[in-house]
């Protein structure tokens, strides 16, 4: 149980690493009302909050279903 538990927290803390890093990486820097610029911004934020949480979940659900077997 305490395995399953530590492995389910290594994926969470995985996942959220991997999002703050794409955050810092798609975010960083000013546009300067450069319209591209802000374009590329809004459609690397939202990627990022639809596939990250995707991927978590996609993972967690494996793990979950893994387990139950």
């Not at 927290?9 to 810092?24: D, E, G, K, S």
């Not at 319209?35 to 690397?44: L, N």
């Not at 909050?49 to 995707?54: G, Q």
């Amino acid at each position: 149980m305490i395995g399953r538990l530590i492995t389910f927290l290594c994926w969470c803390a995985i996942c959220c690493v991997l999002f703050v890093v794409a955050l810092v990486f798609t975010q960083m820097g000013d546009c300067f009302d450069v319209k591209e610029c802000w374009a590329y911004k809004a459609r690397a934020w939202n990627i990022i909050f639809i596939a990250v949480p995707l991927v978590w979940l996609a993972g967690a659900f494996f793990l979950f279903r893994r387990w139950n077997r």
